[in-house]
């Protein structure tokens, strides 16, 4: 976070931009319809609906690791569809170890597939990841373009994934039937208190959907959509102080990495750094927009197993939005805002550093004393990082 | 101030008969009453010395009882004391010297400086043998006056605080840390090393923290789980785990000199009941709360 704000203000510093141009480039837009989301998740949080949702996946599965193991897995997918893979990964991470403790077994499968879960689902709707956020800020993109172009192929993906989750670990985990019992005694009944809550939480939530749905005849921007059910929710519904949720659950570090980036990209565009790689994809792909798809898709998947997804799609933007000028058929520029998403979300799978999600869940892992080395993940999500990629490859050579 | 000041020599007695509390003390209501205008005299004074007695015993181990009574609209402090050849019991207590101090409702500080003041003296054994062997008021005030007692103006942490307080040291197991915590029933203790150097604090949260990982601290909710076998078989790891493995290191501690003010408030920003009171290093002293308000607040 630091970084990115140093960064942001050296730029107008060294004078590559001044100051009115850098903070024009912040995309407001972007950054509320964040601190909406994060209100709106926090008040969600306090309903107890994703803890429900995690404890009943558990006792669907009547404890059977590989049951839990794939039932997690969509769970994982769906919330982080909504919440975003890091959020998601920080509720049911201490779950999942929960769980694994008391089967006796090790939780760094189950830590390591739901991180993948998580990346894809988060990829599956504009609200889930970054990217897609960033995305949606600077395209005319709706809520409806990204399920419909979207979550059709994370759905595809999830399923071949889940068929790959029983080739690796089939038979290798056992429990006795004792250690079974004990996750059958768990009591769901109690994580749900609030049922008024609850239903003023799922209402305001369902409106906020339509509002997503409907926001091209309602003429509202994400930030108006997210940021009126987050301010709805938190006065209306929760039971915490209002200054408390502002303070501790808008994550306000992420808030001024985002400004910090929108600075230095700004400053990027402005040595033109981005014209001279917008250049190069054309020089290769000869402005052929299939081609140009693909090497999309591929150079932010391997891109995004090594750096940080977020960073690398702000300075990705600007370049498609070059080529744009190159191929000027909107038809043909989609497919290449769809390769930039699933290219950054479904890559950064590929090893431990490559998104988030995966620090974070292995940084709560080591705290609890399992170890995951760089190497452990890596082979293991490299599988999943691939076998993605591979199938949206065919999916944006059919569709588009 | 010096503590002389606030005497009269005709207000010191030195006791060479064997004498009741009762009677000890109508003698000094008695000396007080007939020099002074007080707005409660007499028997209506005696009840209320009495009743306080009962309340909270006046007499400390140094073999001092310090009775007192706090007026209304008394603007003045009065003290009388007395020298016991015979040592009156209170509770078990030996008391050879009785000092009845009154005072004004709203000079708590006052009375308390007076009151550490003449603690501070008993503890000196030979000053009070020197005291006994005055025998007469003059004396006392001369004696005093020559040993430049001090009345402090403020009270601060070192007159309140718990001296020599309950300590482990880093290298005792949890088995010796439940041990102790379980004698003295004490929910915390400071940590010194073996010269009483102060090191930390360690507290039954530190303990219990033992049986709870931290990825069950990040879930938003337990309510499911009806019960948890590493809580519950923390005692497995009372003889391999130390004191240093669990404790904090980074408390808040006080100086003898903090107000009591700055203690309060250190409280309330650390939210902790209790403190260590440190001086150049060493563990001095302890200080809780309860020290606060029934020491400095409800006396």
């Known amino acids: 976070m630091l970084a990115a704000l140093i960064g942001g203000f050296v730029i107008i510093v060294l004078g590559v931009v001044d100051q009115t141009i850098a903070f024009s480039a912040i995309d407001w837009n972007v950054i509320f319809f964040l601190i909406g989301m994060m209100l709106t998740i926090s008040v969600m949080r306090e309903t107890g609906m994703f803890m429900y949702i995690a404890i009943k996946t558990a006792k669907i599965a009547k404890g059977s690791p590989l049951k839990i193991m794939a039932l997690m897995f969509m769970a994982t997918a769906l919330i982080s569809a909504i919440l975003g893979s890091v959020t998601t990964i920080m509720i049911l991470i201490p779950i999942v170890l929960l769980i694994s403790e008391e089967l006796k077994i090790t939780p760094v499968p189950f830590i390591i597939t739901m991180v993948v879960a998580s990346n894809m689902g988060g990829a599956a709707t504009m609200i889930g990841d970054p990217p897609n956020i960033l995305i949606a800020g600077a395209t005319k993109f709706t809520f409806v373009d990204f399920v419909l172009n979207l979550t059709p192929i994370i759905l595809i993906i999830v399923a071949f994934s889940l068929g790959l989750i029983w080739l690796l670990y089939r038979g290798k985990m056992r429990v006795s039937n004792e250690r079974r019992a004990k996750i059958m005694e768990y009591n769901d009944k109690n994580l749900i208190t609030n049922h008024k809550l609850l239903w003023i939480t799922l209402s305001v939530v369902g409106l906020m959907l339509l509002a997503f749905i409907f926001q091209k005849p309602l003429h509202l921007e994400n930030a108006t959509i997210a940021m009126a059910a987050g301010l709805i929710l938190v006065f209306v519904g929760s039971r915490k102080k209002v200054e408390t949720i502002i303070l501790n659950d808008i994550d306000w570090i992420t808030i001024f990495f985002f400004i910090g980036l929108f600075m230095i990209v700004e400053g990027l565009v402005h040595t033109g750094f981005i014209d001279l790689l917008a250049q190069g994809v054309i020089s290769v792909t000869n402005g052929e927009p299939k081609t140009t798809s693909m090497v999309i898709l591929w150079l932010s998947g391997i891109f995004s197993a090594f750096v940080d997804n977020i960073p690398f799609v702000a300075a990705m933007i600007p370049m498609i939005e070059r080529i744009g000028e190159v191929i000027t058929d909107p038809v043909q520029i989609k497919p290449l805002w769809w390769a930039l998403s699933l290219g950054t979300c479904l890559g950064g799978n590929g090893t431990l550093v490559g998104a988030s999600a995966n620090i974070v869940a292995v940084g709560i892992a080591n705290r609890n004393g399992y170890k995951i080395s760089f190497m452990d993940y890596t082979k293991i999500g490299v599988l999943f990082a691939l076998e993605s990629v591979i199938l949206s490859s065919l999916y944006i050579w059919i569709r588009y | ?299």
């Open chain 2, 1 to 299: 101030m010096l503590l002389a000041s606030f005497l009269e020599p005709r207000n010191i007695l030195f006791e060479n008969r064997v004498l009741t509390k009762e009677q000890l003390y109508q003698i000094l209501v008695d000396r007080l009453c007939s020099q002074y205008k007080l707005p409660i005299c007499g028997s209506k004074l005696m009840e209320l010395i009495l009743q306080r007695d009962e309340e909270v015993s006046p007499a400390y181990s140094t073999g001092i009882a310090i009775p007192h009574i706090r007026m209304e609209n008394f603007n003045d402090t009065l003290i009388a004391m007395a020298f016991l050849q015979n040592p009156l019991d209170y509770n078990g207590i030996k008391v050879s010297w009785v000092v009845l101090i009154i005072t004004d409702k709203t000079s708590s500080k006052l009375y308390l400086n007076i009151v550490a003041a003449l603690l501070k003296l008993s503890n000196d054994k030979e000053a009070v043998a020197d005291l006994h062997n005055t025998g007469d008021g003059h004396s006392v005030i001369q004696y005093l006056k020559k040993k430049e007692v001090e009345v402090k103006k403020d009270v601060t942490i070192a007159d309140i605080m718990v001296q020599k307080p309950i300590a482990v040291h880093p290298e005792n197991t949890l088995r010796e840390l439940i041990n102790l915590m379980c004698m003295y029933r004490v929910a915390g203790m400071p940590v010194v090393d073996a010269t009483g150097k102060y090191i930390g604090e360690v507290n039954v949260l530190n303990l219990l923290k033992v049986g709870i990982p931290d990825f069950v601290m990040m879930l938003d909710d337990l309510s499911f789980l009806a019960s948890y076998e590493p809580l519950e078989n923390l005692l497995e790891k009372q003889d391999l785990l130390l004191v240093n493995d669990i404790m904090a290191t980074d408390e808040k501690t006080l100086s003898p000199e903090t107000s009591i003010i700055e203690a309060v408030f250190l409280m309330f920003t650390n939210k902790k009941r209790y403190l260590s009171v440190v001086k150049e290093g060493k563990l001095v002293g302890l200080v809780t709360a309860m020290d606060i308000l029934t020491k400095v607040i409800a006396v």
